[in-house]
Protein backbone atom coordinates (compact mmCIF):
# COMPACT_ATOMS: atom_id res chain seq x y z
CA UNK A 1 0.00 0.00 0.00
CA UNK A 2 1.64 3.30 -1.21
CA UNK A 3 0.74 6.58 1.14
CA UNK A 4 2.03 10.05 1.02
CA UNK A 5 2.49 12.07 4.16
CA UNK A 6 3.51 9.60 6.58
CA UNK A 7 5.59 8.02 3.80
CA UNK A 8 5.59 4.39 5.20
CA UNK A 9 6.14 2.91 1.88
CA UNK A 10 9.22 5.42 1.54
CA UNK A 11 11.13 3.15 3.98
CA UNK A 12 14.03 1.91 2.31
CA UNK A 13 14.02 -2.30 2.33
CA UNK A 14 17.38 -1.70 4.72
CA UNK A 15 15.29 -0.07 7.55
CA UNK A 16 13.45 -3.32 7.68
CA UNK A 17 16.23 -5.29 7.99
CA UNK A 18 17.60 -4.87 11.96
CA UNK A 19 14.26 -6.65 12.57
CA UNK A 20 14.41 -9.20 10.67
CA UNK A 21 18.03 -10.06 11.27
CA UNK A 22 16.89 -10.23 14.83
CA UNK A 23 14.60 -12.50 13.95
CA UNK A 24 15.88 -14.61 11.98
CA UNK A 25 18.53 -14.99 14.96
CA UNK A 26 15.79 -15.82 17.64
CA UNK A 27 14.74 -18.43 14.92
CA UNK A 28 18.24 -20.01 14.52
CA UNK A 29 18.63 -19.69 18.64
CA UNK A 30 15.10 -21.33 19.03
CA UNK A 31 15.99 -23.95 16.22
CA UNK A 32 19.19 -24.81 17.98
CA UNK A 33 17.42 -25.42 21.63
CA UNK A 34 14.93 -27.87 20.20
CA UNK A 35 17.68 -30.07 18.54
CA UNK A 36 19.61 -29.87 22.08
CA UNK A 37 16.52 -31.14 23.84
CA UNK A 38 15.77 -33.57 21.22
CA UNK A 39 19.33 -35.21 21.27
CA UNK A 40 19.02 -34.90 25.06
CA UNK A 41 15.71 -36.54 25.14
CA UNK A 42 17.12 -38.88 22.29
CA UNK A 43 13.60 -38.31 20.29
CA UNK A 44 15.96 -36.30 17.72
CA UNK A 45 13.77 -36.04 14.27
CA UNK A 46 15.42 -33.58 12.11
CA UNK A 47 11.82 -32.00 10.46
CA UNK A 48 10.23 -31.20 13.82
CA UNK A 49 13.35 -30.09 15.19
CA UNK A 50 13.69 -27.80 12.27
CA UNK A 51 10.23 -26.79 12.51
CA UNK A 52 9.01 -23.33 12.62
CA UNK A 53 6.64 -21.50 14.59
CA UNK A 54 4.11 -20.85 12.02
CA UNK A 55 4.46 -24.29 10.25
CA UNK A 56 3.33 -26.80 13.23
CA UNK A 57 0.13 -29.08 11.45
CA UNK A 58 -2.41 -27.17 10.92
CA UNK A 59 -5.82 -28.66 12.84
CA UNK A 60 -7.98 -27.88 10.20
CA UNK A 61 -6.01 -29.78 7.30
CA UNK A 62 -8.31 -32.93 7.35
CA UNK A 63 -11.03 -30.42 5.93
CA UNK A 64 -9.00 -29.84 2.76
CA UNK A 65 -9.60 -29.96 -0.28
CA UNK A 66 -12.85 -28.67 -0.15
CA UNK A 67 -15.63 -29.05 -3.41
CA UNK A 68 -15.20 -26.09 -5.89
CA UNK A 69 -17.89 -23.97 -6.25
CA UNK A 70 -18.39 -24.00 -10.18
CA UNK A 71 -20.10 -20.40 -10.27
CA UNK A 72 -17.17 -18.74 -10.05
CA UNK A 73 -14.51 -18.93 -13.36
CA UNK A 74 -11.73 -16.89 -14.36
CA UNK A 75 -10.49 -15.41 -17.61
CA UNK A 76 -6.93 -16.27 -16.96
CA UNK A 77 -5.22 -19.09 -15.01
CA UNK A 78 -5.21 -19.52 -11.45
CA UNK A 79 -1.30 -17.51 -10.12
CA UNK A 80 0.86 -20.02 -9.40
CA UNK A 81 1.29 -20.50 -5.46
CA UNK A 82 5.02 -19.98 -6.18
CA UNK A 83 4.86 -16.11 -7.62
CA UNK A 84 1.11 -15.75 -5.48
CA UNK A 85 3.04 -16.50 -1.92
CA UNK A 86 5.64 -14.15 -2.51
CA UNK A 87 3.67 -11.13 -3.56
CA UNK A 88 1.53 -10.15 -0.43
CA UNK A 89 0.63 -6.94 1.80
CA UNK A 90 0.49 -7.90 5.26
CA UNK A 91 1.77 -4.46 7.08
CA UNK A 92 1.77 -5.71 10.33
CA UNK A 93 4.68 -7.89 9.36
CA UNK A 94 6.25 -6.12 6.42
CA UNK A 95 6.13 -2.90 4.07
CA UNK A 96 8.21 -4.94 1.34
CA UNK A 97 6.36 -7.71 -0.58
CA UNK A 98 7.80 -10.87 0.61
CA UNK A 99 6.11 -11.49 3.75
CA UNK A 100 6.24 -15.07 4.96
CA UNK A 101 9.83 -14.83 6.26
CA UNK A 102 9.10 -12.04 8.73
CA UNK A 103 6.27 -14.26 10.43
CA UNK A 104 8.25 -16.47 12.44
CA UNK A 105 6.36 -15.78 15.53
CA UNK A 106 2.75 -15.97 13.98
CA UNK A 107 1.17 -18.85 15.33
CA UNK A 108 -2.82 -19.75 14.15
CA UNK A 109 -3.62 -21.04 16.86
CA UNK A 110 -4.86 -20.49 19.97
CA UNK A 111 -7.18 -18.32 17.46
CA UNK A 112 -10.27 -17.31 19.24
CA UNK A 113 -12.95 -15.31 17.43
CA UNK A 114 -15.38 -12.78 18.65
CA UNK A 115 -18.58 -11.76 17.68
CA UNK A 116 -19.62 -8.85 19.55
CA UNK A 117 -22.64 -5.33 19.03
CA UNK A 118 -25.39 -5.60 17.72
CA UNK A 119 -26.45 -9.28 17.44
CA UNK A 120 -28.90 -11.96 19.22
CA UNK A 121 -25.92 -14.13 19.45
CA UNK A 122 -22.93 -12.49 20.60
CA UNK A 123 -20.05 -15.11 20.97
CA UNK A 124 -16.51 -15.72 20.81
CA UNK A 125 -14.95 -19.27 19.93
CA UNK A 126 -12.09 -21.02 19.24
CA UNK A 127 -11.35 -20.64 15.12
CA UNK A 128 -11.90 -24.73 15.01
CA UNK A 129 -15.55 -24.50 16.58
CA UNK A 130 -16.44 -21.84 14.32
CA UNK A 131 -15.28 -24.32 11.27
CA UNK A 132 -17.83 -26.94 12.88
CA UNK A 133 -20.48 -24.83 12.45
CA UNK A 134 -19.85 -23.79 8.09
CA UNK A 135 -19.35 -25.47 5.02
CA UNK A 136 -15.94 -25.52 3.00
CA UNK A 137 -15.96 -24.54 -0.87
CA UNK A 138 -13.33 -23.51 -3.09
CA UNK A 139 -13.46 -20.80 -5.62
CA UNK A 140 -11.63 -19.11 -7.98
CA UNK A 141 -11.62 -15.27 -7.67
CA UNK A 142 -9.65 -12.33 -9.08
CA UNK A 143 -7.90 -10.20 -6.79
CA UNK A 144 -6.94 -6.67 -7.38
CA UNK A 145 -4.59 -4.69 -5.35
CA UNK A 146 -5.23 -0.48 -5.20
CA UNK A 147 -1.03 -0.80 -6.43
CA UNK A 148 -2.68 -2.14 -9.46
CA UNK A 149 -1.24 -5.53 -9.88
CA UNK A 150 -3.47 -8.17 -9.81
CA UNK A 151 -3.55 -12.28 -9.52
CA UNK A 152 -6.47 -14.96 -9.32
CA UNK A 153 -6.31 -17.34 -6.77
CA UNK A 154 -8.21 -21.02 -5.83
CA UNK A 155 -9.67 -19.60 -1.92
CA UNK A 156 -11.23 -21.92 0.55
CA UNK A 157 -13.71 -20.90 3.09
CA UNK A 158 -17.53 -20.32 3.80
CA UNK A 159 -19.48 -17.14 2.98
CA UNK A 160 -19.57 -14.51 4.98
CA UNK A 161 -23.40 -14.64 4.92
CA UNK A 162 -22.86 -17.84 6.85
CA UNK A 163 -21.28 -16.43 9.58
CA UNK A 164 -23.79 -13.20 9.83
CA UNK A 165 -26.39 -15.69 10.05
CA UNK A 166 -24.75 -17.26 13.89
CA UNK A 167 -24.42 -13.89 14.75
CA UNK A 168 -27.88 -12.39 14.03
CA UNK A 169 -27.93 -9.05 13.48
CA UNK A 170 -31.03 -7.04 15.41
CA UNK A 171 -32.96 -4.89 13.27
CA UNK A 172 -30.24 -2.02 13.98
CA UNK A 173 -27.33 -3.25 12.66
CA UNK A 174 -26.17 -1.56 9.64
CA UNK A 175 -22.90 -2.15 9.39
CA UNK A 176 -19.73 -4.78 10.67
CA UNK A 177 -16.36 -3.75 11.39
CA UNK A 178 -13.17 -6.33 11.78
CA UNK A 179 -10.56 -6.56 13.16
CA UNK A 180 -6.94 -8.12 12.95
CA UNK A 181 -5.30 -9.61 16.36
CA UNK A 182 -3.20 -6.97 17.81
CA UNK A 183 -0.14 -8.12 19.21
CA UNK A 184 3.41 -6.45 18.65
CA UNK A 185 5.44 -9.29 19.98
CA UNK A 186 4.23 -11.40 17.07
CA UNK A 187 4.04 -8.36 14.34
CA UNK A 188 6.86 -6.87 14.82
CA UNK A 189 5.54 -3.32 12.71
CA UNK A 190 2.62 -3.25 15.54
CA UNK A 191 5.33 -0.98 17.72
CA UNK A 192 5.37 1.57 14.19
CA UNK A 193 3.63 4.82 15.68
CA UNK A 194 2.90 5.83 12.39
CA UNK A 195 0.22 4.23 11.79
CA UNK A 196 -3.26 3.26 14.14
CA UNK A 197 -3.49 -1.03 14.98
CA UNK A 198 -5.08 -3.21 15.03
CA UNK A 199 -5.91 -3.07 11.22
CA UNK A 200 -9.44 -2.45 10.56
CA UNK A 201 -12.39 -2.86 7.75
CA UNK A 202 -15.90 -2.39 7.45
CA UNK A 203 -18.65 -3.46 5.26
CA UNK A 204 -22.42 -2.69 4.92
CA UNK A 205 -24.38 -5.89 6.37
CA UNK A 206 -25.89 -5.78 2.33
CA UNK A 207 -22.40 -6.28 1.21
CA UNK A 208 -21.43 -8.96 4.22
CA UNK A 209 -24.61 -10.84 3.07
CA UNK A 210 -24.06 -10.29 -1.01
CA UNK A 211 -22.71 -13.82 -2.35
CA UNK A 212 -19.00 -13.16 -2.78
CA UNK A 213 -18.31 -11.63 0.61
CA UNK A 214 -16.10 -15.02 1.63
CA UNK A 215 -13.96 -15.66 4.80
CA UNK A 216 -11.31 -17.38 3.69
CA UNK A 217 -9.02 -19.61 5.46
CA UNK A 218 -6.93 -21.81 2.70
CA UNK A 219 -5.67 -21.68 -0.82
CA UNK A 220 -4.56 -23.80 -3.41
CA UNK A 221 -6.82 -26.78 -1.59
CA UNK A 222 -4.93 -26.61 1.66
CA UNK A 223 -4.78 -24.47 5.27
CA UNK A 224 -3.22 -21.17 3.88
CA UNK A 225 0.38 -20.27 4.50
CA UNK A 226 0.16 -17.47 7.24
CA UNK A 227 1.26 -14.59 4.49
CA UNK A 228 -2.05 -14.91 3.17
CA UNK A 229 -3.56 -13.95 6.49
CA UNK A 230 -4.37 -17.18 8.07
CA UNK A 231 -5.98 -18.39 9.71
CA UNK A 232 -9.15 -16.04 8.98
CA UNK A 233 -9.32 -12.97 6.37
CA UNK A 234 -11.56 -11.83 4.25
CA UNK A 235 -11.66 -11.83 0.05
CA UNK A 236 -13.75 -8.77 -0.98
CA UNK A 237 -13.51 -9.90 -5.16
CA UNK A 238 -15.19 -6.73 -6.37
CA UNK A 239 -13.67 -4.47 -4.08
CA UNK A 240 -9.20 -3.51 -3.97
CA UNK A 241 -7.45 -5.77 -1.86
CA UNK A 242 -6.89 -3.69 1.22
CA UNK A 243 -10.86 -4.49 2.30
CA UNK A 244 -10.07 -8.19 1.95
CA UNK A 245 -8.89 -8.07 5.97
CA UNK A 246 -6.42 -10.59 7.41
CA UNK A 247 -5.71 -12.46 11.11
CA UNK A 248 -9.20 -11.58 11.42
CA UNK A 249 -10.25 -11.68 15.35
CA UNK A 250 -13.52 -9.51 15.72
CA UNK A 251 -16.53 -8.74 14.29
CA UNK A 252 -18.57 -6.20 15.28
CA UNK A 253 -21.87 -5.42 14.04
CA UNK A 254 -22.89 -1.38 14.63
CA UNK A 255 -25.08 1.06 13.50
CA UNK A 256 -21.83 3.86 12.76
CA UNK A 257 -20.38 3.37 9.57
CA UNK A 258 -16.37 1.97 10.93
CA UNK A 259 -13.25 4.12 9.83
CA UNK A 260 -10.95 1.34 8.23
CA UNK A 261 -7.40 1.25 8.88
CA UNK A 262 -6.12 3.01 5.24
CA UNK A 263 -9.15 5.68 5.58
CA UNK A 264 -8.04 6.38 9.18
CA UNK A 265 -4.19 7.05 7.65
CA UNK A 266 -5.20 8.34 4.60
CA UNK A 267 -8.85 9.16 4.14
CA UNK A 268 -8.36 11.46 0.74
CA UNK A 269 -6.98 8.35 -0.68
CA UNK A 270 -8.46 5.21 0.73
CA UNK A 271 -12.29 5.56 1.25
CA UNK A 272 -14.07 3.25 2.68
CA UNK A 273 -16.47 1.94 -0.18
CA UNK A 274 -12.68 0.97 -2.60
CA UNK A 275 -14.75 -0.53 -5.47
CA UNK A 276 -12.74 -1.44 -8.41
CA UNK A 277 -13.53 1.24 -11.06
CA UNK A 278 -10.82 1.71 -14.47
CA UNK A 279 -11.93 5.57 -15.03
CA UNK A 280 -11.92 6.63 -11.44
CA UNK A 281 -8.02 7.08 -10.92
CA UNK A 282 -6.21 6.99 -7.27
CA UNK A 283 -5.61 10.71 -6.75
CA UNK A 284 -1.39 9.23 -7.60
CA UNK A 285 -2.08 7.14 -10.40
CA UNK A 286 -4.41 5.39 -12.89
CA UNK A 287 -6.06 2.29 -12.37
CA UNK A 288 -7.10 2.02 -15.98
CA UNK A 289 -4.77 -1.44 -15.95
CA UNK A 290 -3.17 -3.46 -13.91
CA UNK A 291 0.10 -5.84 -13.90
CA UNK A 292 -0.60 -9.54 -13.90
CA UNK A 293 1.79 -10.94 -11.53
CA UNK A 294 2.00 -13.97 -12.85
CA UNK A 295 3.26 -13.18 -16.35
CA UNK A 296 4.03 -9.08 -15.80
CA UNK A 297 1.77 -8.33 -18.18
CA UNK A 298 -0.42 -5.09 -17.78
CA UNK A 299 -4.46 -6.09 -18.39
CA UNK A 300 -7.10 -3.72 -18.36
CA UNK A 301 -9.38 -3.62 -15.80
CA UNK A 302 -12.91 -4.09 -15.45
CA UNK A 303 -15.58 -2.60 -13.57
CA UNK A 304 -15.76 -4.19 -10.28
CA UNK A 305 -12.97 -6.55 -11.42
CA UNK A 306 -15.76 -8.00 -13.47
CA UNK A 307 -18.31 -8.38 -10.95
CA UNK A 308 -20.31 -5.87 -11.16
CA UNK A 309 -23.49 -9.03 -12.22
CA UNK A 310 -23.29 -10.03 -8.65
CA UNK A 311 -22.53 -6.56 -6.44
CA UNK A 312 -23.76 -3.67 -9.17
CA UNK A 313 -27.22 -3.24 -7.52
CA UNK A 314 -25.61 -2.45 -3.66
CA UNK A 315 -24.64 0.98 -5.03
CA UNK A 316 -27.80 1.74 -7.14
CA UNK A 317 -29.00 4.92 -5.12
CA UNK A 318 -25.61 5.35 -3.69
CA UNK A 319 -24.42 7.20 -6.91
CA UNK A 320 -23.72 10.61 -4.80
CA UNK A 321 -21.42 8.79 -2.78
CA UNK A 322 -18.20 8.26 -2.86
CA UNK A 323 -18.31 4.24 -3.59
CA UNK A 324 -14.86 4.43 -5.91
CA UNK A 325 -12.50 5.55 -3.05
N1 LIG B 1 -4.36 -7.16 8.49
C1 LIG B 1 -4.05 -6.82 7.24
N2 LIG B 1 -4.85 -7.18 6.23
C2 LIG B 1 -4.56 -6.84 4.95
C3 LIG B 1 -3.42 -6.04 4.66
C4 LIG B 1 -2.57 -5.69 5.74
O1 LIG B 1 -1.54 -5.02 5.57
N3 LIG B 1 -2.91 -6.09 7.01
N4 LIG B 1 -3.14 -5.68 3.35
C5 LIG B 1 -4.30 -5.63 2.44
C6 LIG B 1 -3.93 -5.41 1.05
S1 LIG B 1 -3.41 -3.86 0.63
C7 LIG B 1 -4.07 -6.38 0.10
S2 LIG B 1 -3.78 -6.09 -1.54
C8 LIG B 1 -4.41 -7.78 0.49
C9 LIG B 1 -3.33 -8.70 -0.01
O2 LIG B 1 -3.72 -10.04 0.08
P1 LIG B 1 -2.71 -11.16 -0.43
O3 LIG B 1 -1.41 -10.94 0.27
O4 LIG B 1 -3.37 -12.46 -0.06
O5 LIG B 1 -2.57 -10.98 -1.90
O6 LIG B 1 -4.54 -7.95 1.89
C10 LIG B 1 -5.16 -6.89 2.56
N5 LIG B 1 -5.38 -7.24 3.94
MO1 LIG C 1 -3.51 -3.82 -1.64
Same mark, same amino acid.
Given at each position: ?????R???E???????????????? &??????????????????S????????? @? %?? @? =??????????????????? #????????????????????? %???? *?????????? %???? !???????? *? /???D?????? $??????????????S??????? $?????????????? /?????????????????? &?????????????????????????? +????????? =???????????? =???? !???????????????? &??????????????????? +????V?????? &???????????? #??????? !?? !??? +?? @????G????????
Amino acid at each position: MLIRSRRGWELPESAATPEDVYLNRR &QAMGAGAMLLAGLGAGTLSSPAAAQRVG @D %VP @D =PSASLYPAPRNPRYTLERP #VTPEAKSSLVNNYYEFSYGKV %VGPS *MTRFQRRPWL %VKID !GLVEKPQE *M /GIDDLFKKVK $FEERLYRHRCVEAWSMAVPWTG $FPMKDLVALAAPTS /GAKYIKMETFLDPKVAPN &QRDFRYTWPYVEGLTLEEATNELAFL +VTGVYGKPA =PNQFGAPLRLVL =PWKY !GFKSIKGIVRFTFTDK &QPVSFWEQLQGSEYGFWAN +VNPKVPHPRWS &QASEEDIATGER #VPTVIFN !GY !GEY +VA @DLYKGRETQKIWF
